[in-house]
């Protein structure tokens, strides 16, 4: 199947710096690319939805200043986390979509990034 | 609005069979997705259903109705590797997006 890969799988990081996660899809080009967030014993939260050479929709709640989403092209996408602060501390994962709307199991995960903000 | 609900918790005995259903209310349906997760790691797909009726994948079986807004996700010979979260997922009028229930932690007692 194919493969999505995250860089870094875990960061530490002091709180005002910014954090900046990537997201690749190493076997196919990814038309779409979601990123989700995850609190401890919680579901997904969907954050985004990153579009090749588009700007990113962002979710109801979620500040697209402080989440700054790049999808630069079909294989890679990154979420920059700005000035974080410790309710940042998250697991944070993207999924990429080879056809949008298409059936079946065409969302690929990445294994995730776990932020933790001091 | 949307919303998907699932039990918070379940516990099942090893061997034995569970269900884990899923109610959901969205503006539009393309797709029920049940996932499963460990801890600390991420979501793995395990079925897809768009029409309603059974889908079989061999331990694993999923149900919807869609006038009812009802999935069910049955686990046959329940192994203690299967504890984790099951999570229900709806794609609705969005062509692409996928909408995440809470999940359900299914324990697996010997």
């Known amino acids: 199947g194919a493969v999505v890969s995250q860089h870094p799988s875990r960061v530490i990081c002091k709180s005002g710096t910014s954090v900046k996660i990537e997201c690749r899809s190493l076997?196919?080009?990814?038309?779409?690319m979601f990123w989700y967030r995850q609190f401890p014993k919680k579901s997904l939260m969907l954050m985004a939805t990153?579009?090749?050479?588009?700007?990113?929709?962002?979710e109801q709640g979620v500040e697209k200043d402080k989440f700054l989403i790049n999808h630069a092209s079909l294989t890679l996408s990154t979420l920059t986390v700005t000035s974080a602060h410790p309710e940042d501390s998250s697991f944070y994962i993207c999924?990429?979509?080879?056809?949008?709307?298409?059936?079946?199991?065409?969302?690929?995960f990445g294994p995730g990034t776990r932020l933790t903000v001091l | 609005g949307q919303n998907i609900d699932q039990p918070t918790e379940m516990t099942a005995t090893e061997g034995a069979i569970v269900q884990i259903n899923c109610t959901y209310q969205?503006?539009?349906?393309?797709?029920l997705f049940w996932y499963q997760q460990h801890a600390g790691e991420a979501p793995t797909f395990l079925s897809y259903?768009?029409?309603?009726g059974l889908e079989e994948k061999g331990r694993f079986s999923s149900f919807l109705s869609r006038s009812k807004g009802y999935s069910y996700l049955l686990l046959k010979e329940l192994q203690m590797k299967d504890s984790a979260s099951y999570l229900c997922?709806?794609?609705?009028?969005?062509?692409?997006?996928?909408?995440f229930g809470s999940g359900t932690r299914l324990s697996i007692r010997p």
């Open positions: 999924s990429a979509s080879i056809i949008a709307g298409g059936p079946g199991n065409e969302q690929f």
């Open positions: 076997d196919f080009q990814a038309t779409t």
């Open positions: 990153s579009n090749e050479g588009s700007k990113a929709t962002y």
């Open positions: 969205t503006s539009g349906f393309n797709g």
């Open positions: 259903n768009v029409l309603d």
């Open positions: 997922a709806v794609r609705g009028s969005s062509a692409s997006k996928i909408i």
